[in-house]
């Protein structure tokens, strides 16, 4: 009876944990020293890209919106391996780097929903964190 009673509960934590993305979690564990005290409109991004000696510097496109419909932005070529530009929250933004591998051309898409998050419980004082601020496009071996 205690055996089925233990799968029983199991079942039940598991259930309830199902709901839970990544995210969510993530937002579990709040760095109150990155949490600010009034909402604001814009912050910086950063678009982490591969610099190394085959791609010694980095040509990329960035947009409002998807890469394939949304607006572009700007181009800019980079020869560090974080880029920064300040861009106005509640907007999605996405980035298209260009790579050359053994002679063949590589393009890396990420993109992230820029956001605020009012944090009520986590820090001494409700603040606000911000969200989808990094975009990785960097090459993966």
């Not at 391996?81 to 590589?106: L, P």
């Not at 929903?113 to 071996?141: F, N, P, Q, W």
Request: charged fraction near 25%; include cysteine; hydrophobic fraction near 40%.
């Amino acid at each position: 009876m205690s055996g089925r009673l233990n799968k029983g509960l199991i079942f039940i934590v598991l259930l309830a944990a199902i709901p839970l993305s990544c995210e969510e979690l993530n937002s579990w564990f709040v760095d109150c020293s990155q949490c600010f005290k009034d909402k604001i409109s814009r912050t910086d991004i950063t678009v982490k890209l591969t610099i190394n000696d085959e791609n010694p510097w980095v040509i990329f496109d960035v947009y409002r919106g998807n890469t394939d419909s949304g607006e572009l932005l700007f181009t800019d070529t980079s020869v560090v391996a974080e880029y920064y530009w300040r861009a106005e929250i509640n907007q999605f933004y996405s980035v298209k780097a260009r790579y050359s591998c053994k002679g063949r051309v590589i393009y890396v898409v990420d993109g992230a929903m820029l956001k605020t998050k009012l944090e009520s419980s986590a820090c001494d004082e409700k603040c606000y964190t911000i969200h989808g601020d990094v975009l990785d496009a960097r090459l993966k071996y």
